[in-house]
């Protein structure tokens, strides 16, 4: 019997973004989003059943998980269970490429690659739309990681509306090309979580409805920009789309300001390559990180440009694979 499975789950950074639920419970967004999954972070994570344990333990990078990392885990465990019909407890260990909680979509690859290997090894038969669903339930983002490259979640009404699929046009090589530089200014773990930093967004900003309308919208002209094969379009709105979701979390109370002066001089330099005839567009998530948006040809070019001479740290990445899972694990 396979009492063992890994899977392994590629980042993915918003275009137009998820920031706000309308159900807590269900991990129901307010909005539908769009993103890219990346080549270069990912998580790779193991669940291996041990029916005599009497609770769940967890690793992350060879490291006990912290409380509260374990609790959210073996929540999505419980979940799990109780879609399984098994009582039996797990341990997970999980090696990530991606800095933990500073912005850089490391709970959308850590709970892809959880939802992937926990459903194997609990013997959930599921496709990639009901990955997609049960990754949703562990964070909100990891619906989008279980596939790759361009990738749009529906919002949904509904636990079975609400899931991701891939969204033709962001292959490698394809009429977009898209490629991405990620400016690490800050890799330590930020101070409010993406999860109580939009709670407080959809609870206290009054600006929060106009920012769900105008990213529905958004998600909208995207998909338009995509099948046109307009990466300027879709750049243009993916750079408007996350400053509206900064101004929205700035309008909460107490506000919710992920940015630093280094953010504000990355936000100033892609401007300024543009200016300069080098198209891109900047993105911001959780944390005071810029990614930046342009066609891989540019790729080299923009990701010298924004090191500075060296001083700052820069990753480039292309578009990654969906969800992989190895069920091999046998006992
Ligand atoms: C800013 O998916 O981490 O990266 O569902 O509460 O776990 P939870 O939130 P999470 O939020 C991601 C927020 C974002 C935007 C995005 O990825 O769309």
Known sequence: MTNSATAVAHANIALAKYWGKR?????????????LTLDAFHATTTVTLDPAADADTATLDGRPMSDGELARVSRFLDLVRSLAGSSARAAVDSVSTVPTGAGLASSASGFAALAGAAAAVYGLDLDARGLSRLARRGSGSASRSVFGGLVVWHAGTDDATSYAEPVPGGEPGGPLDPAMAVVVLDAGRKAVSSREAMRRTVETSPFFPAWAEATERD???MLDAVRAGDLAALGELAESNALRMHATMLGARPPVRYWTAHTVAVLDQVQALRADGLPCWATIDAGPNVKVLCAAPDLPALADALSDGGTRRVVTARPGPGLRVDAGGAS
């Open 23 to 35: 159900d807590e419970a269900l991990a129901l967004p307010a909005t539908s989003s769009l993103s």
């Open 219 to 221: 998600v909208a002209l």
